[in-house]
Nanobody, 123 residues
Framework: QVQLVESGGGLLQAGGSLRLSCAAS????????FAWYRQAPGKQREQVAFITSGGDTHYADSVKGRFTISTDNAGNTLYLQMNKLKLEDTAVYYC?????????????????WGQGTHVTVSS
C-alpha cells in the first residue's frame, strides 16, 4: 500500500512563509498527478495546486503568485512553498496522489490521501 505522510504545518502570522512536505512510500508505484487540497471550517475541500509527472503545474486563483508546488527529482516527495500567507489560507492541508501500482497480474490506479496538516494564519 502506498502511504502519504505530510509535515510542515504550523501557526504563523500573516505575511509569513511556510513549506509543507508530503512523502510517498511503497513499492512498484508511480504518481501521475500530485496535488495539494485544503479545507477550511465550514467550507468545501478545494484543490490548491497540482503537478503532473511531466512537470506541468496549476494553481487556484486564490494562491497564484504566492504558492509554489514542486517535487523532488524522484517524484516521491511533494512540496508546497507558501509565501505571503493570508488569514484566509487557514485550513487543513491534504496531499493527494493518483497512484499507479503493479499488483502482479496487472496494474491498478487509485487515489491516495495524506492525513492532513494544520496551517493557521493569525493577524
Amino acid at each position: 500500500q502506498v502511504q502519504l505522510v505530510e509535515s510542515g504545518g504550523g501557526l504563523l502570522q500573516a505575511g509569513g512563509s511556510l513549506r509543507l512536505s508530503c512523502a510517498a512510500s511503497g513499492s512498484s508505484f508511480s504518481i501521475a498527478i500530485f496535488a495539494w487540497y485544503r479545507q477550511a471550517p465550514g467550507k468545501q475541500r478545494e484543490q490548491v495546486a497540482f503537478i503532473t509527472s511531466g512537470g506541468d503545474t496549476h494553481y487556484a486563483d486564490s494562491v497564484k503568485g504566492r504558492f509554489t508546488i514542486s517535487t523532488d527529482n524522484a517524484g516521491n516527495t511533494l512540496y508546497l512553498q507558501m509565501n505571503k500567507l493570508k488569514l484566509e489560507d487557514t485550513a487543513v492541508y491534504y496531499c493527494n496522489a493518483d497512484i499507479q501500482q503493479d499488483y502482479g497480474l496487472g496494474t491498478r490506479v487509485f487515489p491516495s490521501w495524506g492525513q492532513g496538516t494544520h496551517v493557521t494564519v493569525s493577524s
